[in-house]
């Protein structure tokens, strides 16, 4: 005999149907407060980035000088504030720079163009004999060879702040080149220039004294250096000393001028700088400033060695591809 029973548990059914709202509710509730919880950590996370973005927004050319972000901790945002201000460092002395060049290379193109207008004028103001107008002519190329050298200067401190990666760069024999500049220094000042090369010890290797480099730089930057020896020595005279170690080669030239001064001699490599032994010698103040940019190109190092009255030494220090 065979007894089928069935019931429903109405009770057992509701509790069921209970629990599940109670754990559909509890799970909305839950992502209700996981998102206001997550929302509410992330707006403090960013909030300091908030800040950043705020003050960096409100630095312009106007205030870069002045103006840096706030930095507070020392977590990654806190670094990259400081990595910020230290960019803007940078861009108010580069910025600083361009107005210097500016100001001062439109006062050092004026002058000589004033002078040539002004000379001009005066002479065509009435009828001048042959020899008045020979001597106007000679002066009008003097202040025209002046305003070309300054050109010249100009194009070469441009070129010098390229970058690296736009010049080509192949092995240069140091002592050849400087025998190459001595030769067209000797040229320009003629029969009263003297240029002394030497060699502190001889070289076992070629590659010694043979550094990677761009030969149409290091050439401005020796012709520049030896021009500037023989322009400030008493006898237009320059002394070169070609030595090495296990890194460099060393070139030193060393004039017989009035030397200079201690408190100018970092300053005689700003653009348009001119020490006080140098208000005499034509000259615009570029010379320098472009070597050191171009040795500083070529990895090395441009010093000088001064005692006034007992002439100055400068050197160049670059690294030779044996380093």
């Given at each position: 005999?065979?007894?089928l029973v069935?019931?429903?548990?109405?009770?057992?059914?509701?509790?069921?149907?209970?629990?599940?709202?109670?754990l559909?509710?509890?799970?909305?509730?839950?992502?209700?407060?996981?998102?206001?919880v997550g929302?509410?950590?992330?707006?403090?996370?960013?909030?300091?980035?908030?800040?950043?973005?705020?003050?960096?927004?409100?630095?312009?050319?106007?205030?870069?000088?002045?103006?840096?972000?706030?930095?507070?901790?020392?977590?990654?945002?806190?670094?990259?504030?400081?990595?910020f201000?230290?960019?803007?460092?940078?861009?108010?002395?580069?910025?600083?720079?361009?107005?210097?060049?500016?100001?001062?290379?439109?006062?050092?193109?004026?002058t000589p163009?004033?002078?040539?207008?002004?000379q001009?004028?005066?002479?065509?103001?009435?009828?001048?004999?042959?020899?008045?107008?020979?001597?106007?002519?000679?002066?009008?190329?003097?202040?025209?060879?002046?305003?070309s050298?300054?050109?010249?200067?100009?194009?070469?401190?441009?070129?010098s702040?390229?970058?690296?990666?736009?010049?080509?760069?192949?092995?240069?024999?140091?002592?050849?080149?400087?025998?190459?500049?001595?030769d067209?220094?000797?040229?320009?000042?003629?029969?009263?220039?003297?240029v002394?090369?030497?060699?502190?010890?001889?070289?076992?290797?070629?590659?010694?004294?043979?550094?990677?480099?761009?030969?149409?730089?290091?050439?401005i930057?020796?012709?520049?250096?030896?021009?500037?020896?023989c322009?400030?020595?008493?006898?237009?005279?320059?002394?070169?000393?070609i030595?090495?170690?296990?890194?460099?080669?060393?070139?030193?030239m060393?004039?017989?001028?009035?030397?200079?001064?201690?408190?100018?001699?970092?300053?005689?490599?700003?653009?348009?700088?001119?020490?006080?032994?140098?208000?005499?010698a034509?000259?615009?103040?570029?010379?320098?400033?472009?070597?050191?940019?171009?040795?500083?190109?070529?990895?090395?190092?441009?010093?000088?060695?001064?005692?006034?009255?007992?002439?100055?030494?400068?050197?160049?220090?670059?690294?030779?591809?044996?380093s």
């Amino acid at each position: 005999m065979l007894v089928l029973v069935s019931s429903f548990d109405k009770y057992g059914f509701q509790n069921l149907q209970n629990l599940r709202r109670i754990l559909l509710f509890e799970l909305i509730v839950g992502v209700v407060l996981l998102v206001g919880v997550g929302y509410f950590f992330a707006r403090k996370m960013v909030q300091p980035i908030d800040r950043l973005v705020e003050q960096a927004d409100s630095i312009n050319a106007n205030n870069l000088q002045d103006k840096r972000v706030e930095i507070k901790g020392s977590d990654e945002i806190a670094q990259l504030g400081n990595n910020f201000n230290t960019m803007l460092a940078r861009l108010s002395h580069s910025f600083d720079l361009q107005k210097s060049f500016v100001s001062n290379a439109s006062h050092e193109l004026r002058t000589p163009l004033a002078s040539i207008i002004s000379q001009l004028q005066v002479t065509l103001a009435k009828e001048r004999t042959g020899p008045e107008y020979e001597a106007v002519l000679n002066s009008v190329l003097e202040d025209a060879e002046g305003l070309s050298e300054l050109t010249n200067g100009l194009l070469q401190l441009a070129q010098s702040e390229m970058n690296r990666q736009e010049f080509a760069f192949t092995p240069v024999r140091v002592d050849e080149l400087l025998w190459d500049t001595a030769d067209f220094v000797r040229r320009k000042w003629k029969s009263v220039g003297k240029v002394d090369i030497q060699f502190l010890r001889e070289p076992e290797q070629d590659e010694m004294i043979t550094c990677n480099g761009n030969e149409a730089l290091l050439r401005i930057l020796f012709i520049n250096l030896l021009d500037n020896a023989c322009k400030f020595s008493e006898d237009a005279s320059a002394r070169v000393i070609i030595d090495f170690n296990d890194k460099y080669i060393l070139v030193h030239m060393k004039d017989r001028g009035p030397g200079i001064p201690s408190g100018e001699q970092e300053k005689i490599f700003e653009p348009f700088f001119r020490g006080t032994n140098a208000q005499q010698a034509r000259g615009h103040g570029l010379g320098l400033s472009i070597c050191r940019r171009i040795t500083d190109l070529h990895d090395g190092r441009l010093t000088v060695f001064s005692i006034p009255g007992e002439g100055s030494t400068f050197t160049v220090q670059l690294p030779h591809i044996i380093s």
